[in-house]
C-alpha cells in the first residue's frame, strides 16, 4: 500500500543505550564577545527562540521549521520531532542517500566532536567507551519507520534571535548525516530533523544548559498548514491550559502521560490505561491494536445508514469512505462521525478532546479517511501515540522544569504577541511520522567516513 504523506520518525526510543548527565565541552559554550545589556538579560533562561512552521498533516506529511547554522549561516529546513532528541542534517562528507544536491548540505570544518568529549562520554553512559587519539564521536538513528541516519557529531555556531530582542550565537553540538536511509518512494526535502525529546542532546537541552532558555517548548499547528514553534517559556499562555503531568517511569525520554481512558462519543469505549505518548514526529494519532479495533469497530456500527461506503481503491490510508459524490473538505464530512476523547486518569477533569476533524483527512480524490493507525503492527508494541492530526489548532506545551504537558485550543494560522517584530505572516500553507525505535552513538578509530 503507497502511504502517501505519512511518516512515523522519531517515535519511541525503545532501545536507548545513552543517557546524558548534561555534560558539555568548550565547544558547546556560545561565542566569546563583549557582554551587551541584552544578551545579560537573555543569560539564565531570559527569553524565547519562536520559530514559523512549515508543513501539513496531508498530502506533505511533515511539518518543519527553518534554521541557520554555521558561521556565515546558512539555512537548513529540519522536521520537527519531539519524539527524538538528536538533531542532524543532511552533510557533505561525502553522503550516501542525502536527497538534497551537494551544494545545500552541511560542509563540516574540522569542528567534529572528540570521543573523549565529556558530551560524547556521557551520551553513551551506561556503556564504558574506550577512546584512542583523534577519535570521532559516530552516531545512529534508527526511527520506527525504517528510516536512519548515520554521522558524526560536530559543533557549530546556531545564530538565533529571541522575543527580548537579543541575537546570540551559541555553538551547539548535532548530527552530521552523511549516510542516510530514506523510506518511502517520496522522501520529504527536509535537510534533517530538530530533535527535541527529553534527553540531554536535544537543542532545548543544550540551550537551557547554556542559561539561554527555560527548559521548556511548545507548537501550535494549523490545520490549514504551517504554525509556529517556540523553545523557552515567553509565549506560554497565562491561562486556560489543561495540563497533565509526564510520565517519566514510561519512557525517559519521551514526552508522555497516562493512563488515560478512551471515550467515543462521549460513552466509555471500556478501554482504560493507555499510556499516551505525544509525537510532532508523527503525522497521525496510533493506538494500540485492541483500542485500535474497538474504535474502528465501533465507527463503522455508528457510520451504518449514513451515506458513505469503504472502498480499498483509496491508497492514502488503510481505512477510508467514500460518498455519494466527493467531499471537499472534512466541513462535508465531519457530522457522520463521533468525537473521541481521553481521559487522563490521574488528574480530576484533565481530557483531551479529539474531534472528527482531529482524526480524519479529506484525500485530493474526494475521500474521507481515519487518520487513526494500529500502532501494533508497526512495532509500538501496547503504546499510543498522538500525533500532528490531534494536536492541530492547540498551543501544546512540555514543560520539562515542571514535568508537566498542556495544551489549550488556539488559532494557529498566526503567531501572537511577536508578529510585529518577526514583521511576518506566519500562515504558510505547507506536516511526519519520526519514531526513533533506537538511538545510539558509538566511537571508533576510523577516519571520518
Given amino acids: 500500500m503507497e502511504e502517501k504523506g505519512k511518516r512515523l520518525m522519531g517515535l519511541l526510543v525503545l532501545l536507548m543505550f545513552a543517557t546524558f548527565q548534561g555534560c558539555f565541552s568548550e565547544a558547546s559554550q556560545p561565542p566569546s564577545k563583549k ?72 560542509h563540516p570544518k574540522n569542528n567534529l566532536v572528540a570521543c573523549n568529549d565529556p558530551f560524547c562520554s556521557a551520551f553513551h553512559l551506561p556503556e564504558n567507551i574506550r577512546c584512542e587519539a583523534n ?34 550565537g551559541p555553538r551547539l553540538i548535532f548530527g552530521c548525516g552523511y549516510n542516510q536511509r530514506n523510506p518511502g518512494p517520496k522522501p520529504p526535502p527536509t535537510a534533517g530533523v530538530l530533535g527535541l525529546g527529553l534527553g540531554k542532546a536535544s537543542i532545548l537541552s543544550q540551550l537551557q544548559s547554556l542559561g539561554l532558555t527555560r527548559n521548556v517548548l511548545g507548537h501550535c499547528l494549523s490545520v490549514r498548514g ?91 490510508l488503510p481505512v477510508c469512505w467514500k460518498g455519494t459524490k466527493p467531499f471537499k473538505s472534512i466541513q462535508d464530512v465531519k457530522d457522520y462521525f463521533k468525537p473521541l476523547l481521553l481521559s487522563f486518569t490521574k488528574t480530576k477533569n484533565v481530557h483531551l478532546h479529539i474531534p472528527p476533524e482531529a482524526y480524519l483527512i479529506v484525500t485530493e480524490h474526494g475521500n474521507v479517511c481515519l487518520g487513526i493507525l494500529n500502532g501494533t503492527e508497526v512495532g509500538l508494541e501496547n503504546f499510543n501515540l498522538v500525533g500532528d492530526i490531534s494536536l492541530q489548532d492547540k498551543i501544546v506545551i512540555y514543560d520539562n522544569e515542571k514535568q508537566q504537558i498542556g495544551w489549550v485550543s488556539s488559532n494557529c494560522n498566526r503567531l501572537p504577541k511577536v508578529d510585529r517584530d518577526y514583521n511576518e505572516d506566519f500562515w504558510q500553507p505547507y506536516a511526519a511520522d519520526f519514531s526513533v525505535l533506537e538511538e545510539k552513538l558509538s566511537s571508533n578509530c576510523s577516519e571520518y567516513h
Fill in 226 to 316: 504551517g504554525g509556529y514553534l517556540f523553545l523557552g517559556h515567553d509565549l506560554v499562555p497565562s491561562s486556560g491550559i489543561v495540563w497533565t503531568p509526564m510520565s517519566r517511569d514510561l519512557l525517559e525520554k519521551h514526552y508522555s502521560s497516562g493512563p488515560a481512558e478512551l471515550l467515543f462519543g462521549g460513552k466509555s469505549t471500556g478501554i482504560k490505561g493507555l499510556q499516551i505518548i505525544f509525537d510532532s514526529g508523527s503525522s497521525y494519532t496510533y493506538f494500540n491494536s485492541q483500542a485500535y479495533k474497538t474504535t474502528l469497530d465501533l465507527m463503522r456500527k455508528d457510520l451504518k445508514g449514513k451515506p458513505l461506503e469503504d472502498t480499498e481503491e483509496e491508497k492514502a
Fill in 135 to 168: 577519535d570521532q564521536c559516530d552516531y545512529e538513528v534508527l526511527y520506527a519507520d525504517h528510516g536512519s541516519s548515520l554521522g558524526v557529531l560536530v559543533t557549530d555556531h546556531f545564530p538565533l534571535r529571541l522575543t527580548n530582542g537579543s541575537l546570540l
Fill in 35 to 106: 557582554k551587551s545589556t541584552q544578551s545579560t538579560a537573555a543569560h539564565r533562561f531570559g527569553s524565547t527562540a519562536v520559530f514559523p512552521i512549515t508543513g501539513n498533516v496531508y498530502p506533505l506529511g511533515y511539518y518543519s521549521v527553518t534554521l541557520k547554522i554555521g558561521n556565515p549561516p546558512k539555512l537548513y529546513e529540519l522536521d520537527i520531532d519531539t519524539g527524538s532528541d538528536l538533531t542532524w542534517v543532511q552533510c557533505n562528507a561525502p553522503c550516501t542517500g542525502c536527497t538534497l544536491p551537494p551544494e545545500s548540505l552541511y
